[in-house]
């Protein structure tokens, strides 16, 4: 147990120097074995971010958010799913009504249903105005069960782009591999192991 609070000491050291603002860092993978613990360190890494931000926060914003990434039984990712769990961590009013919409001779139109472009515009602009500095998803791997990698890496690396948000996910070795050959991502990242 000594061994493991050591572990989890190192992790919040680098994880403080990668969360500066003057840190270029966009995506932080936590990885490590099946059954160390690393929910539990997820909780305790959204603690310790909260404390460390929390004197900083203004009013209205959301400086944390802490999300799992669905594990639905899908035969696909669904976007839809993962996108309404960010909204929800935020607290994000309305998300069942987030709906795009178009301008036809002066008449706003909205479509009838939500969709996921409708949900990524909602998250980037709750990202902007709600000041999220971390985005930490947990169980990240259940994002690359599906294989389609490169769609999975371009939405991660747009998501860092969007905002000032930084991303923090974790997850088993799977995420190594994947952010490690997609260069788009492997460079804006850093690679935390806890064991």
């Given at each position: 147990?000594?061994?493991?609070?050591?572990?989890l000491?190192?992790?919040?050291?680098?994880?403080?120097?990668l969360?500066?603002?003057?840190?270029?860092?966009?995506?932080?993978?936590?990885?490590?074995?099946?059954?160390i613990?690393?929910?539990?360190?997820?909780?305790?890494?959204?603690?310790?971010?909260?404390?460390?931000?929390?004197?900083?926060?203004?009013?209205?914003?959301?400086?944390?958010?802490?999300?799992?990434?669905?594990?639905?039984?899908?035969?696909?990712?669904?976007?839809?799913?993962?996108?309404?769990?960010?909204?929800?961590?935020?607290?994000?009013?309305?998300?069942d009504?987030?709906?795009?919409?178009?301008?036809?001779?002066?008449?706003?139109?909205?479509?009838?249903?939500?969709?996921?472009?409708?949900?990524?515009?909602a998250?980037?602009?709750m990202?902007?105005?709600?000041?999220?500095?971390?985005?930490?998803?947990?169980?990240?791997?259940?994002?690359?069960?599906?294989?389609?990698?490169?769609?999975?890496?371009?939405?991660?690396?747009?998501?860092?782009?969007?905002?000032?948000a930084?991303?923090?996910?974790?997850?088993?070795?799977?995420?190594?591999?994947?952010?490690?050959?997609?260069?788009?991502?492997?460079?804006?990242s850093?690679?935390?192991?806890?064991?």
């Open positions: 147990i000594k061994e493991n609070h050591l572990e000491e190192m992790i919040r050291n680098h994880l403080s120097e969360l500066a603002p003057q840190n270029d860092t966009k995506v932080i993978n936590i990885i490590g074995p099946t059954g613990g690393k929910t539990t360190l997820a909780t305790r890494i959204t603690e310790g971010v909260v404390k460390q931000i929390n004197g900083q926060a203004e009013l209205g914003t959301c400086p944390v958010l802490f999300v799992k990434a669905p594990a639905n039984g899908e035969k696909s990712l669904s976007w839809t799913s993962f996108y309404n769990r960010i909204l929800n961590a935020a607290n994000e009013p309305a998300v009504a987030k709906r795009e919409f178009e301008i036809n001779g002066g008449i706003m139109k909205f479509s009838s249903k939500t969709t996921v472009h409708a949900l990524r515009d998250i980037e602009s990202l902007t105005a709600r000041k999220v500095k971390v985005v930490i998803v947990d169980e990240a791997f259940h994002l690359l069960r599906f294989k389609n990698y490169t769609a999975v890496m371009d939405t991660i690396k747009s998501l860092a782009d969007c905002s000032i930084k991303l923090i996910l974790i997850g088993d070795y799977s995420l190594v591999d994947v952010a490690s050959e997609y260069g788009q991502v492997a460079r804006r850093e690679i935390l192991h806890y064991k």
